[in-house]
């Protein structure tokens, strides 16, 4: 019996495909990625739309809605990652130096 934890996902899928159905839990284990990260994609998307119409007065000075929002958003997300990697980073930085 082969040992599927080892699999990568590329590795995975054709077992599945061809009905191997002991592979599916660990193909399926691998979704958890893809949802923390749609988790913060969606909380993203809800405090740009939170934002949006807390300053709904100033749509009408808005020429594209899609192009404002995609950037108001891709802005929104390197922010936070920027946060988090400072956040991260501020151990290693006052570390004293030998």
Partial sequence: MPSYTEYSESQLAPLIASGDQRAFPFWWS??????????????????????LWENRQQLSQIANLSVYLFTV??????????????????????????
């Fill in 30 to 51: 691998l979704t958890s990625i893809i949802c923390g990260h749609l988790v913060l994609y969606l909380k993203s998307v809800q405090e740009v739309f939170t934002t």
């Fill in 73 to 98: 958003t891709k802005n929104r997300d390197i922010n936070t990652f920027r946060k988090k990697l400072n956040r991260l980073a501020e151990p290693l930085l006052a570390a004293p130096s030998d």
